[in-house]
């Protein structure tokens, strides 16, 4: 092949396989997409030794993409669970999957999710660095830390997470501003304390050119991690955030300059009033780079239903141009999600990214929702647990309680509106 | 006493005990409060013969308010399953209570729940016509409608809904333009039914004169209804629904001329780049008056998970001006909900509240999160379960799931990042 990333190939011109599938699941002229994929608008996750992968695009202008995170803990080692979830999160139509095992040899489960992956995989290189070396964290050096991104890279992963912008000018700036609840993503706590406990610069920062040489051989997207993301909404929209989005932002044109695909992590916990304003500081700070949201979630104080902070932050975000939804489970803040737990994750990120697609007029969005009101006013409830974005949820409510009219449910019988004035339009047009 | 409704109490500069115990609930001043009562755009739902009521105020500065929806239908007629859901509604906090029973004598139960409700109780009385007289729809007089209104109003029901604003004319135009869903409100399709098969105009509408003598009489909070509420994001904001707030704004202002409390009841399905600009219409074709919104529904497709597609919904609805919130839940389209949808429900609709109410800046509302996110950087788990929004779940997630170290959980263990940065920064602090 002429070219090593989709980003170099667009820039040459070329419209790869893979850009052809996605602007053909997009409803949208290839060479359009290919544009914004030289632009460094769209990345398209997928690594060349991922074969089984199903290739999506993410960013402007496309349908709004999930995420689902898996992946096994030092309290609940079961791979099985894993896979299941897995195989799940495909069933139900999630266009990632991010394994963030963190405890142990995670080496096979990576590759077996590889191997059945359609969904693109990405990962946390930093997570896998304690148990893959089996050494305490202090002890590990920063060519290590570039050992495991190869490692991952050469195993398949379409995208990794690394945290290169908590570099010591953000942490001190941190250290110096102080926040409610300080540092909350996993990667980004670890490199601080590997950079308190070295004395080191963050080595994904230092070795940042080395991070893109792996990158640009196997075609891995950055996602370039947000360590400061606010995990309250006290937090957010604070110094320690934006300015590293303003180095986050700097990495951006330094892997465009090697032809790498990279998109950028975002919040976090913040209030719903400062998302649109932060969605176009991602936009303007990385020049455009797809934005890939946890949440926001729009308040603190709902343990065991995150999945719906999230989602309510989550259509929002995406309404104001987030490309990328991470899911969030109702088990978030409490637990390792459970199967049941991942299945509302899934449908609560799906509501959100859908919801936004319509506000954003996204080609063919509205048509699902016509289909269904159509169904809805004809009845057709077979046509309507096919078309509903969990098609066992409805059928199972319905059975539970039958109407005695088929034409009604038990909430209003009789009294339907939809039947009432069907009834009455009806008598209309044959008077 | 010198006063009959609390709106004339406000313009008289009178601070009832109603106002007093509001101002006091929601960190405000008095007479600020009496102020906006006495400009409309506050109500406060208090019956004089609603002895139980703790009563709230809806609308303008004031914490977004949720309305718990229930009762029997004819196909579920178990009263006691309906108060358990009263008794639940008032347990998690719901300020309001609609008894939307539609099918029998309905009395003995509507008694009952004003006997025990310190919240907010409101019906439709439109629903309980042909229960209560027994009759076919066309057979009802106008009359008859409005004696159901006199004997809800003597019963004690703070707020009622009154379609009013489905006139001869919003009809007339409903049936030129068309529409997917056509009328999916229960209360304006009765109605609509109704004018077309008598030939008459809407009795409100026709007797809105007679309707405020008795809401003054009692003080009776008018929630005019919407007949046109899109039933689908395809028929939002169109010209039926447009046309009939526009008469719904002239029904507020006669409503004021009589010292009668009224809010404005709204959408509904609705795309979520159309909300603002709804909540700015009502507020200014309505004069200010409160706004109701039932969703909005951010998708049609999502049946059996409509809790969050409203809260969606809700929570930008309610940053751009909507006061009061209906709660949808998970049984939304396909059956009268049970006890645990109820539960769901409104656990959502609080959350989208609370969002709202936040992103609004209503005083007090950050301490909770400020609250919860110290317990959480602090690992204090029982603080954070007894001030999580539904103190049981989270609780259960934790047990079910039992990490090896108190300060962390499942998902994280070891690799906690609250955890690392809590001991970085320990460290720091002491050398």
Known sequence: MSYKTQMEAARLGIVTPQMRRVAEKERMEADTLRQRLAAGKVVIPCNRQHTALDPHG??????????????????????????????????????????????????????????????????????????????????????????????????????????AGITRETAARFKKTGRLTNIVSRGGALLFAWMELTGNENPFYEHFDEVLRICAKYDVTISLGDACRPGSIEDATDACQIQELIVLGELVKRAWSQNVQVMVEGPGHMALNEIAANMLLEKKLCHGAPFYVLGPLVTDVAP?????????????????????????????????????????????AKIAAHAADIAKNIPGTREWDYQMSTARRNFDWEQMFRLAIDPVKPRQYRTASPPKEEDSCTMCGKLCAVRTVNKILADLETA
Chains 1, 2 share one sequence.
Request: charged share 25%; proline share 3%.
């Open 304 to 348: 065991g239903y995150d999945h719906i902070t999230s989602a309510i932050g989550g259509a929002v975000a995406a309404m104001h141009g987030a490309d990328f939804l991470c899911y969030v489970t109702p088990a978030e803040h409490l637990r390792l999600p459970e199967l049941e737990d991942v299945r509302e994750g899934i449908i609560a």
């Open 58 to 163: 993410i960013g402007d202008g496309l349908r709004t993409k999930i995420n689902v995170n898996l992946g096994v803990s030092g309290d609940r080692l079961d791979f099985d669970l894993e896979l299941a979830k897995a195989r799940l999160a495909m069933e139900l139509g999630a266009e990632a999957i991010m394994d963030l095992s963190c405890f142990g040899h995670t080496e096979t489960f990576r590759r077996q999710l590889i191997d059945i992956a359609t969904a693109a995989v990405g990962t946390v290189p930093v997570y896998d660095a304690i148990g893959y070396y089996q050494k305490e964290l202090p002890e590990i050096t920063a060519e290590e830390f570039l050992g495991i991104v190869r490692k991952h890279a050469a195993d398949g992963v379409d995208f990794m997470t690394i945290h």
